[in-house]
């Protein structure tokens, strides 16, 4: 990316000194960017199966349908959870195995979905998560700086032995990881196809959207109902995928998003400081056509938001016409700062700017003419550079646009979020900035086919 790293994402509210400029440059953020890893996908015709080591890394069986799980811990920095004790340092890599473990297979999956937390941060840094044994990728997941506890859904490709690395820029952390699920090479029938929809509000406690009026408060958990609204179907549905957001905050606490009547799991979804208004993708197993989320600790509430965006067929689907998940190492395709030598640099969006962007063809995508094209993406985008507080909305650039978000934040801040949305027939999807001046970083992690 260069600029070193364009300044940690931008993420900085105050100037870098410049042993911090040194230590940036020691830990080679100044290193012109490589291509990343392309897996071939031949998923088209279940062409599954893949070779090499426990099927990982292998040229075929990089796709395939998505498995949904409870929500189980693998990785606690701060109690030795999944082997690693203790923060991770400044330019540390950590791995864990992520395959055999907590519900998935010792060969037969390409890729997992992981809730990814940091907490504790020393410094203003990032966090890059990637296929462990691969290159270090040009791309970020998570943007925080001091004392912030901050999280963001990804989706990764498993290393050539089934482990996940993650990489911590500057100053010390503690990394938290939550497994939500697993892709896998196997065919399931008709079970696991994604199938994105037009986002969609099914949840504003603020209106009572969804059947809750008022702020969760703490120990509090309600019930959504995900199934038969917003363009998903009432049946036949294995999971879904929708953007939560926590807004009108009064105290600190985090969110757990679950399957419903199910035993609530140690893992979160959402963490909220006091005053704050912030969101995460979540995809979670459905039961009995509804989701349940908990907000935890005393003396904190939230109101609460959920836009749908997609569901994964299940088991009982009698047909279905959803995609495959195909994995790849992430890809950056947009840049919209000045100068950054990505993609759209230079076109910053303004108060009610739309910035459309073509995504087929690009970061590993295949086209929209492939024999396998593209229905849906999975996108880390980052916002930074924001002059006012405001909100960002993706779309498939074909529709109206929705009366949704995707990114909440303020004057300052550098903020992800994992985007799983449609794309037009041409391929291309749409970014709505609502007030102010802002900068968008889009990284590719994979698509549906």
Known sequence: ????????????????????????????????????????????????????????GAPTGTCGPYVPLPPTRVLDTRNGTGGVTGPVGPGQTISIQVAGTAGVPVSGASAVVLNVTVTDPSEPSYLTVYPEGTQLPLASDLNFTFGETVANLVEVQLGPSGGVSFFNQLGQIQVVADLEGYVSTATNGDAGLFTPVTPARLLDTRTGLGGTTGPVTPGQTIRVLVTGVGGIPSSGVGAVAFNLTATDTAGGSFITAYPDS????????????????????????????????????????????????????????????????????????????????????????????????????????????????????????????????????????????????????????????????????????????????????????????
Do not use: H
């Not at 830990?27 to 897996?39: D, E, F, N, V």
């Not at 995809?283 to 509430?301: A, K, M, Q």
């Not at 396998?372 to 074909?398: F, G, H, I, R």
């Open 262 to 449: 199910e035993a609530r799991p140690l893992a979160s979804n959402l963490n909220f400081i006091g005053g704050e208004t912030v969101a995460n993708r979540v995809i979670v197993p459905v039961v009995d056509g509804y989701v349940d989320l908990y907000n935890d600790f005393t003396g904190s509430s939230a109101q609460l938001v959920l836009d749908v965006n997609g569901y994964f067929s299940s088991s009982s689907a009698t047909s279905s016409s959803g995609s495959d998940f195909n994995s790849q190492s992430p890809q950056r395709i947009v840049d919209t700062r000045a100068g950054s030598g990505e993609g759209y640099a230079g076109q910053r969006l303004g108060p009610g700017g739309v910035l459309t962007i073509q995504v087929a063809g690009f970061g590993g995508v295949p086209s929209m003419t492939s024999s396998s094209p593209p229905a849906a993406v999975v996108l880390n985008v980052t916002v930074t550079d924001t002059s006012e507080a405001s909100y960002l909305t993706v779309w498939p650039s074909n529709v109206a646009q929705p009366g949704t978000s995707d990114i909440n934040f303020g004057v300052g801040q550098t903020v992800p979020n994992l985007v799983v949305v449609g794309l037009s027939p041409t391929g291309e999807v749409s970014f709505y900035n609502q007030l102010g001046n802002v900068d968008i970083v889009v990284d590719v992690e994979g698509w549906y086919s």
């Open 1 to 56: 990316m260069g600029r070193v790293e364009q300044w940690l994402r931008a993420g900085l509210k105050r100037p870098l000194t410049l042993a911090a400029v040194i230590a940036v440059l020691a830990a080679g953020a100044w290193a012109i960017s490589q291509p990343a890893i392309q897996l071939a996908a031949s998923c088209a015709g279940g062409g599954y199966g893949g070779g090499g080591a426990g099927g990982y």
